[in-house]
T-cell receptor, first 112, second 114 residues
Framework: QQPVQSPQAVILREGEDAVINCSSSKALYSVHWYRQKHGEAPIFLMILLKGGEQKGHDKISASFNEKKQQSSLYLTASQLSYSGTYFCGTEGGGGSNYKLTFGKGTLLTVNP | DTGVSQNPRHKITKRGQNVTFRCDPISEHNRLYWYRQTLGQGPEFLTYFQNEAQLEKSRLLSDRFSAERPKGSFSTLEIQRTEQGDSAMYLC????????????FGSGTRLTVV
C-alpha cells in the first residue's frame, strides 16, 4: 500500500526549517528518502532501517519509528538547493522484498 | 561510476505500436528496477531483477508489458499495442546487493502515445 506523505506542499524562506512526514498502514522494514527536481531523476538522500534509528548528513536528517510505521525528514536552515519534490519509499514485510513503494511526494519550495 | 543510462530519452509513438526501452545499470549493481511515473505522482513499481532473474512483477502490469535482463547486465522494457494511458516517464534504477542500499535512478524515458 502506498505510504501517505504530509504536507503535500510547503513554501519556505531560505534559512527556515521544514519537516516532511511519511506514514504507512503496514509494518515497515526500511524507509528511503529521495529528492527529485523538475525534469530530473530522483536522487537518493538516505535509508533508515527497522530498529528506530535516526540518520543525518549536513542539515538533512531523518527518523524512523517502526512501531508507529512512520518516518520524518527534517530539513534545517534550508537552502535554495533544497527545492524539489521529496518522496519517501517504503519497504514492507519481513525484509525479503527489496522493492519500494513510493508516496505521492511533498513539493518543497525555498525562496530567497 | 557512470550512472544509470536509459535510452531513448523521449519516445513518441502512435497508439497500437510496440515500443522498447533500454536501461544500462551501474555495472556493480545486481538489482535492477523499473518504475513508471506520471505527473504529480511518485514512482510506481513495475518489476525488478536480481541478476538475470525477474523476481517480481506488479499486478498492475498488463500482459502487454514485458521486461528482460539477459545475462544480468542491461535490461529492456517492451510495451506492446501501446495505449494512451501508457504515456508516462519510465524510470530504471539499480542498487547493490548484500544489504540495504539506495537506488540510483536513470534520467528516464518519456513515452508519449498519440
Amino acid at each position: 500500500q502506498q505510504p501517505v506523505q504530509s504536507p503535500q506542499a510547503v513554501i519556505l524562506r531560505e534559512g527556515e526549517d521544514a519537516v516532511i512526514n511519511c506514514s504507512s498502514s503496514k509494518a515497515l522494514y526500511s524507509v528511503h528518502w529521495y529528492r527529485q527536481k523538475h525534469g530530473e531523476a530522483p536522487i537518493f538522500l538516505m535509508i533508515l532501517l527497522k530498529g528506530g534509528e535516526q540518520k543525518g548528513h549536513d542539515k538533512i536528517s531523518a527518523s524512523f519509528n517502526e512501531k508507529k510505521q512512520q518516518s520524518s525528514l527534517y530539513l534545517t536552515a534550508s537552502q535554495l538547493s533544497y527545492s524539489g519534490t521529496y518522496f519517501c519509499g517504503t519497504e514492507g514485510g519481513g525484509g525479503s522484498n527489496y522493492k519500494l513503494t513510493f508516496g505521492k511526494g511533498t513539493l518543497l519550495t525555498v525562496n530567497p | 561510476d557512470t550512472g544509470v543510462s536509459q535510452n531513448p530519452r523521449h519516445k513518441i509513438t502512435k497508439r497500437g505500436q510496440n515500443v522498447t526501452f533500454r536501461c544500462d545499470p551501474i555495472s556493480e549493481h545486481n538489482r535492477l528496477y523499473w518504475y513508471r511515473q506520471t505527473l504529480g505522482q511518485g514512482p510506481e513499481f513495475l518489476t525488478y531483477f536480481q541478476n538475470e532473474a525477474q523476481l517480481e512483477k506488479s499486478r498492475l502490469l498488463s500482459d502487454r508489458f514485458s521486461a528482460e535482463r539477459p545475462k544480468g547486465s542491461f535490461s529492456t522494457l517492451e510495451i506492446q499495442r501501446t495505449e494512451q494511458g501508457d504515456s508516462a516517464m519510465y524510470l530504471c534504477a539499480s542498487s547493490r546487493t548484500g544489504g540495504r542500499y539506495g537506488y540510483t535512478f536513470g534520467s528516464g524515458t518519456r513515452l508519449t502515445v498519440v
